[in-house]
C-alpha cells in the first residue's frame, strides 16, 4: 500500500517557515487528531533574519486565510499601509526624477489598454498619475481605506511595512496557540534518507529523531535539505543582478506624529539603491549595492547621507547591520520528499519586494496540492519546479527592466547595468516588441503571473521608455472609452484626496479603536 503523507516537518523559524505552517495547518485542519500533523523545528542557536519589512497585496489574503486579525498585526508588528514603490533618481537621477509603481491597476484594465491612449499625452502628464489615482494618494502621504472600512477590505489596493521581528512572533503564536501547529526548538544536526533516497527523519540536538512524510526546507540562506543534504545546485544570477551586499538600519522618527509614507521608497545610488520603508513605530532604511562596484566604506557613507537629513549628527552614530546577499536560486526546489521556501530556494535584491510573495505563493501551492499518498509525490514535485523556475525568471527580468531602461551614466554600476550582456533574452525580446506597442495581458503566458502587463507599463513608462505611436488608427468606441476612464480617475482622484486620512491618523485609528471586522473583498 502507498504510504500516506500525514506528518509535514517545517524546518525553521523565520517568516517562510512559520507562512507555511500556518497555510498548511489552517487548510489540513492540524488543530484535530485526524488532521494532517504540522511540525515545526526551529534552532535556538540560529535567528531569523529579521529585515524584509514589504509585502505584496496578496498578505491581505494570507494573514485573513491564517484567521489573523488585521487589527491585531496593524498593533503587534508595528505595521502600516503600502501602496507601491516610488522610484528617486533610476532614469536621469535629477531631482525631479521620481516615478511611482502602484498596487492598484490601471483603471479599466481588463478591456481597455490604456497606455496606449496615455502615449499622446506622455510629456504631460504621468503615467501612473493619469491611469489611476493611487500615486496621488501616495504623493500626498493618504491610507488605503478608512477606520470604518472593514479588515482587509480597501478603497485602494495595499500591502503592508512591518517589523519582521514582530511579525514571527505573531506568526508563532498565532501558529502554535490557534492552528494546532507543535514547535521544537531544536538544531538539526543530521537529515537521514531510507532506502528510496526520501528523508525519513531528522536528527535533532536534544529531542533526537524527528520522522516525518514531506520536509520543508525553511532555514533560509543555510539551505540545510535541499542545498547542503540534496547538493541541489545553486544557480547565480550575478551576472544579471549585481547586488549582493547589505547595509541595514533602524531610524526612529522625530516625533509619534511624524508622518508616515504609504510606499517604499527605493532611492538609487551610485552603485545600488537605498530602501526606505516607514512603520508605525520607526523606519526601516538600508543600503543595498554591489561589492564588485564600490567599497563598504563608500556605501556607508551614501546610506549616512540618506539619513543625515533626518537625523543630523545623530545619523553618524547609527548602528548598521551588514548582510550578504547572494542573488539567485536552486536549481529545482522540490526534490524527492523535500522542497525549499523563503531564503532556502533562493534570494534576490528586494527592488519589488517579492521575497514574501514567493513565500506565500510556494505555501499555497504545497498545500493546495498537498499530495495524499507518496505515489504522487513526484509529480507535485515536476508541477512545483516547473512553476516556479517560471517565476524567478520572470522575477529577475521585471527587476533587471528597472536598470536597463537608465540614462545614468555617472558609475560603472549603471553603465555595466546597461550591458546587453547582462540582459536576460526574454526580456530583451519584449523590449524589442514593446517600442513599436505597449505591453499588453498576451504578452505574458499564465494567468496568475507574478508581474503582470500593468507592472511593466508602470516601470517602462515611469522611467521614459519611448512606445512608437501606432500609425494604425483605433476604434473611436476605444478611445472614447479611453477618454471617459482618463475624466474618471480625475474626479475619482479629488473625492479620495478629500475623503481618506493620513497613512499616521488611519494606524492610530486603528491602534486606538480597531477596524470593523470582515472579510477580504
Ligand atoms: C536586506 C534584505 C531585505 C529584505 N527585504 C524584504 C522585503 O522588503 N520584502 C520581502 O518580501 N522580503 C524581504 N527580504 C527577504 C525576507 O527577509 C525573507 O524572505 C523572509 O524573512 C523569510 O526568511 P526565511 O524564513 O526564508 O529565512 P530566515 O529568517 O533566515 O529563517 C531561517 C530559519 O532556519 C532556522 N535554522 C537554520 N539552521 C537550522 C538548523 N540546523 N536547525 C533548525 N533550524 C535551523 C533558523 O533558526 C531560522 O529560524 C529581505 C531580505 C534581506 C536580506
Redesign the pocket.
Given at each position: 500500500m502507498s504510504k500516506p503523507v500525514k506528518r509535514i516537518v517545517i524546518?525553521?523559524?523565520?517568516?517562510?517557515?512559520?507562512?507555511t505552517a500556518g497555510l498548511i495547518a489552517a487548510e489540513h485542519d492540524a488543530v484535530s487528531d485526524s488532521g494532517t500533523e504540522v511540525i515545526l523545528?526551529?534552532?535556538?542557536?540560529?535567528?531569523?533574519?529579521?529585515?524584509?519589512?514589504?509585502?505584496?497585496p496578496t498578505m491581505r489574503s494570507t494573514l485573513s486565510k491564517l484567521g489573523i486579525c488585521e487589527t491585531d498585526f496593524v498593533r503587534q508588528c508595528d505595521a502600516s499601509f503600502k501602496q507601491g514603490t516610488r522610484f528617486d533618481g533610476w532614469h536621469t537621477g535629477a531631482a525631479e526624477d521620481i516615478y511611482y509603481h502602484p498596487f492598484t491597476l490601471p483603471s479599466g484594465y481588463m478591456k481597455t489598454n490604456l497606455a496606449e491612449s496615455w502615449l499622446a499625452h506622455r510629456d504631460r502628464v504621468p503615467f501612473a498619475d493619469a491611469v489611476g489615482t493611487q500615486s496621488h494618494l501616495c504623493a500626498h502621504g493618504l491610507g488605503p481605506k478608512q477606520g470604518a472600512t472593514p479588515e482587509y477590505a480597501a478603497v485602494a489596493n495595499y500591502g503592508y511595512h512591518l517589523d519582521?521581528g514582530k511579525f514571527?512572533v505573531l506568526l508563532q503564536k498565532h501558529c502554535t496557540q490557534s492552528l494546532g501547529v507543535r514547535h521544537v526548538l531544536?538544531?538539526?544536526?543530521a537529515v537521514n534518507n531510507d532506502e528510496d533516497g526520501y528523508i525519513a527523519f531528522?536528527d535533532?540536538k536534544t529531542h533526537g529523531p524527528i520522522e516525518g512524510d514531506l520536509f520543508v526546507d525553511?532555514?533560509?540562506?543555510?539551505s540545510?535539505l535541499l542545498g547542503k543534504h540534496y547538493g541541489i545546485p545553486f544557480v547565480s544570477r550575478k551576472n544579471n543582478l549585481f547586488i549582493d551586499t547589505?547595509l541595514?538600519a533602524q531610524v526612529p522618527y522625530a516625533d509619534e506624529n511624524s508622518p508616515i509614507e504609504s510606499q517604499?521608497i527605493a532611492t538609487a545610488q551610485s552603485s545600488g539603491w537605498i530602501?526606505d520603508?516607514g512603520l508605525s513605530s520607526r523606519r526601516?532604511v538600508?543600503h543595498?549595492y554591489s561589492s564588485a562596484h564600490t567599497t563598504d566604506a563608500a556605501a556607508e557613507r551614501e546610506l549616512r547621507a540618506y539619513i543625515k537629513p533626518s537625523l543630523g549628527t545623530e545619523s553618524e552614530s547609527i548602528t548598521l547591520r551588514k548582510?550578504a546577499?547572494n542573488p539567485g536560486h536552486r536549481q529545482e526546489f522540490w526534490h524527492k520528499n523535500c522542497v525549499a521556501?523563503?531564503?532556502?530556494?533562493g534570494?534576490l535584491?528586494?527592488l519589488e519586494?517579492?521575497?514574501?510573495?514567493?513565500?506565500e505563493l510556494s505555501a499555497k501551492m504545497i498545500s493546495e496540492e498537498l499530495p495524499a499518498t507518496r505515489e504522487t509525490v513526484p509529480i507535485v514535485a515536476k508541477r512545483f519546479n516547473e512553476k516556479f523556475l517560471y517565476r524567478w525568471d520572470r522575477i529577475i527580468d521585471f527587476l533587471k527592466l528597472h536598470y536597463v531602461l537608465t540614462q545614468r551614466t555617472d558609475s560603472d554600476f549603471w553603465r555595466d547595468n546597461c550591458d546587453k550582456q547582462s540582459m536576460p533574452e526574454s526580456l530583451g525580446e519584449q523590449l524589442a516588441l514593446w517600442q513599436h506597442r505597449v505591453p499588453w495581458h498576451s504578452d505574458f503566458a499564465h494567468v496568475d503571473e507574478v508581474f503582470s502587463s500593468a507592472s511593466y507599463q508602470y516601470v517602462l513608462y515611469g522611467m521614459g521608455f519611448r512606445t512608437a505611436a501606432s500609425a494604425r488608427p483605433r476604434a473611436r468606441a476605444q478611445v472614447e472609452e479611453a477618454d471617459r476612464l482618463f475624466a474618471e480617475n480625475e474626479q475619482k482622484t479629488k473625492q479620495l484626496l478629500a475623503g481618506l486620512p493620513t497613512n499616521r491618523e488611519l494606524i492610530n485609528q486603528i491602534r486606538e479603536f480597531g477596524l470593523p471586522k470582515g472579510k477580504v473583498a
Amino acid at each position: 500500500m502507498s504510504k500516506p503523507v500525514k506528518r509535514i516537518v517545517i524546518v525553521g523559524g523565520g517568516a517562510a517557515g512559520w507562512i507555511t505552517a500556518g497555510l498548511i495547518a489552517a487548510e489540513h485542519d492540524a488543530v484535530s487528531d485526524s488532521g494532517t500533523e504540522v511540525i515545526l523545528v526551529e534552532s535556538p542557536d540560529v535567528g531569523p533574519i529579521g529585515v524584509g519589512e514589504g509585502t505584496w497585496p496578496t498578505m491581505r489574503s494570507t494573514l485573513s486565510k491564517l484567521g489573523i486579525c488585521e487589527t491585531d498585526f496593524v498593533r503587534q508588528c508595528d505595521a502600516s499601509f503600502k501602496q507601491g514603490t516610488r522610484f528617486d533618481g533610476w532614469h536621469t537621477g535629477a531631482a525631479e526624477d521620481i516615478y511611482y509603481h502602484p498596487f492598484t491597476l490601471p483603471s479599466g484594465y481588463m478591456k481597455t489598454n490604456l497606455a496606449e491612449s496615455w502615449l499622446a499625452h506622455r510629456d504631460r502628464v504621468p503615467f501612473a498619475d493619469a491611469v489611476g489615482t493611487q500615486s496621488h494618494l501616495c504623493a500626498h502621504g493618504l491610507g488605503p481605506k478608512q477606520g470604518a472600512t472593514p479588515e482587509y477590505a480597501a478603497v485602494a489596493n495595499y500591502g503592508y511595512h512591518l517589523d519582521a521581528g514582530k511579525f514571527a512572533v505573531l506568526l508563532q503564536k498565532h501558529c502554535t496557540q490557534s492552528l494546532g501547529v507543535r514547535h521544537v526548538l531544536d538544531h538539526v544536526t543530521a537529515v537521514n534518507n531510507d532506502e528510496d533516497g526520501y528523508i525519513a527523519f531528522l536528527d535533532c540536538k536534544t529531542h533526537g529523531p524527528i520522522e516525518g512524510d514531506l520536509f520543508v526546507d525553511c532555514t533560509g540562506f543555510a539551505s540545510l535539505l535541499l542545498g547542503k543534504h540534496y547538493g541541489i545546485p545553486f544557480v547565480s544570477r550575478k551576472n544579471n543582478l549585481f547586488i549582493d551586499t547589505a547595509l541595514a538600519a533602524q531610524v526612529p522618527y522625530a516625533d509619534e506624529n511624524s508622518p508616515i509614507e504609504s510606499q517604499t521608497i527605493a532611492t538609487a545610488q551610485s552603485s545600488g539603491w537605498i530602501w526606505d520603508i516607514g512603520l508605525s513605530s520607526r523606519r526601516g532604511v538600508g543600503h543595498v549595492y554591489s561589492s564588485a562596484h564600490t567599497t563598504d566604506a563608500a556605501a556607508e557613507r551614501e546610506l549616512r547621507a540618506y539619513i543625515k537629513p533626518s537625523l543630523g549628527t545623530e545619523s553618524e552614530s547609527i548602528t548598521l547591520r551588514k548582510i550578504a546577499i547572494n542573488p539567485g536560486h536552486r536549481q529545482e526546489f522540490w526534490h524527492k520528499n523535500c522542497v525549499a521556501v523563503g531564503m532556502a530556494a533562493g534570494f534576490l535584491e528586494p527592488l519589488e519586494a517579492s521575497a514574501l510573495v514567493m513565500v506565500e505563493l510556494s505555501a499555497k501551492m504545497i498545500s493546495e496540492e498537498l499530495p495524499a499518498t507518496r505515489e504522487t509525490v513526484p509529480i507535485v514535485a515536476k508541477r512545483f519546479n516547473e512553476k516556479f523556475l517560471y517565476r524567478w525568471d520572470r522575477i529577475i527580468d521585471f527587476l533587471k527592466l528597472h536598470y536597463v531602461l537608465t540614462q545614468r551614466t555617472d558609475s560603472d554600476f549603471w553603465r555595466d547595468n546597461c550591458d546587453k550582456q547582462s540582459m536576460p533574452e526574454s526580456l530583451g525580446e519584449q523590449l524589442a516588441l514593446w517600442q513599436h506597442r505597449v505591453p499588453w495581458h498576451s504578452d505574458f503566458a499564465h494567468v496568475d503571473e507574478v508581474f503582470s502587463s500593468a507592472s511593466y507599463q508602470y516601470v517602462l513608462y515611469g522611467m521614459g521608455f519611448r512606445t512608437a505611436a501606432s500609425a494604425r488608427p483605433r476604434a473611436r468606441a476605444q478611445v472614447e472609452e479611453a477618454d471617459r476612464l482618463f475624466a474618471e480617475n480625475e474626479q475619482k482622484t479629488k473625492q479620495l484626496l478629500a475623503g481618506l486620512p493620513t497613512n499616521r491618523e488611519l494606524i492610530n485609528q486603528i491602534r486606538e479603536f480597531g477596524l470593523p471586522k470582515g472579510k477580504v473583498a
